[in-house]
Nanobody
Framework: QVQLVESGGDLVQPGGSLRLSCTTS????????MGWYRQAPGKQRELVAV???????KYADSVLGRFSISRNTAKNAVDLLMDDLKPEDTAVYYC????????????WGQGTQVTVSS
């Protein structure tokens, strides 16, 4: 059984930065991608960024150029650096493990709250 633990969520002013981290424990056999997803109140969960075992990444258009995902394959951990945060980035951010960058995650963390507000 795999476990994912997110950290780093906080209240930040518009234009600010945050780094989210996700660490995993347990077997992640057949996991080829790790990513970050978010869910705002009243909205569906959506992809933010995902990175494959080969280091290639995919981003949502809304965060392209502002967010950067990185992965420590040896530690089975993934970070999300978020710059120039906007109020519309406010959401619960979840770490997810998937079989590919194009697949929906099969394992989830508990989520961490990011609030962007002045």
């Amino acid at each position: 059984q795999v476990q994912l633990v997110e950290s780093g969520g906080d209240l930040v002013q518009p234009g600010g930065s945050l780094r989210l981290s996700c660490t995993t424990s347990g077997s992640i056999f057949r996991i080829n991608a790790m990513g970050w997803y978010r869910q705002a109140p009243g909205k569906q969960r959506e992809l933010v960024a995902v990175i494959g075992n080969d280091g290639s990444a995919k981003y949502a258009d809304s965060v392209l150029g502002r967010f950067s995902i990185s992965r420590n394959t040896a530690k089975n951990a993934v970070d999300l650096l978020m710059d120039d945060l906007k109020p519309e980035d406010t959401a619960v951010y979840y770490c997810g493990l998937a079989s590919s960058k194009d697949s929906w995650p099969i394992s989830w963390g508990q989520g961490t709250q990011v609030t962007v507000s002045s």
